[in-house]
């Protein structure tokens, strides 16, 4: 059982690149979420999604969009890369909403922006 | 603004000792409280969850307390091996949605155990 799986697991890109993160969960779960991870703060909500289909915006939204075209994939995109998106990323999954329900949460994707 | 803080840092710890991290919050409801272990290069795995009517629950060598009056919870990690070298994150989830999220995240301890 995978479980979350994420790709790319690093990523550099140039300011103004484009890219595409793919989120694959295998647990049926209706739940999914991108967060990301930045030094000695807690993660954040970029984008989350309730059901095959739906998307929703977090805390930090901006400069991030994000797809849910079949229940199993979840995509965080960025159309035009900043430095202050350099972070580790991570996707999430759960059963239920997440305030009720334990998260599942993949190995992260560490991009980097020049 | 719903905060969660945690405290220390980072810790270092000698192999078989024992220790113990806190974690203060402002989230109001509250409804649960969980403690995430984060390996390096890992995403977090769930430790414990918490209700508010429940002040202590233990997985293996874990031990998390929680004071729903005071705001406080703890972990306890109990004979300490270097497979516990890792981050451990508090977060409490509210009973309100903020631009979608009812959890918040603390900023983690770091925990080095030593041989």
């Known amino acids: 059982n995978a479980g979350v799986t994420q790709t790319p697991k690093f990523r550099v890109l140039k300011t103004g690149q484009s890219m595409t993160l793919l989120c694959a969960q295998d647990?049926?779960?209706?739940?999914m979420y991108w967060y990301r991870q930045d030094p000695g703060m807690g993660l954040r909500l970029i984008h989350y999604?309730?059901?095959?289909?739906?998307?929703a915006k977090g805390e930090v939204p901006d400069g991030y969009n994000v797809s849910r075209l079949k229940k199993q994939n979840f995509l965080l995109g960025l159309e035009s890369a900043a430095p202050s998106q350099t972070s580790v990323y991570f996707c999430?999954?759960?059963?239920?909403?997440?305030?009720?329900?334990?998260?599942?949460f993949g190995a992260g994707s560490r991009l980097t922006v020049l | 603004k719903n905060q969660v803080e945690q405290s220390p840092q980072s810790l270092i710890i000698l192999e078989g000792k024992n220790c113990t991290l806190q974690?203060?919050?402002?989230?109001?409801?509250?409804?649960?409280l969980r403690w995430y272990k984060q390996d390096t290069g890992r995403g977090p795995v769930s430790l414990t969850i918490m209700t508010f009517s429940e002040n202590t629950k233990s997985n293996g060598r874990y031990t998390a307390t929680l004071d729903a009056d005071t705001k406080q919870s703890s972990l306890h990690i109990t004979a300490s091996q270097l497979s516990d070298s890792a981050s451990y994150i508090c977060v409490v989830s509210g009973m309100i949605k903020a631009a979608g999220n009812k959890l918040t995240f603390g900023g983690g301890t770091r925990v080095l155990v030593k041989p």
């Open positions: 999604s309730v059901g095959e289909g739906t998307t």
């Open positions: 974690c203060n919050y402002t989230v109001s409801p509250f409804s649960n």
């Open positions: 647990m049926n779960h209706e739940y």
């Open positions: 999430a999954s759960s059963m239920e909403e997440a305030g009720a329900n334990v998260l599942t």
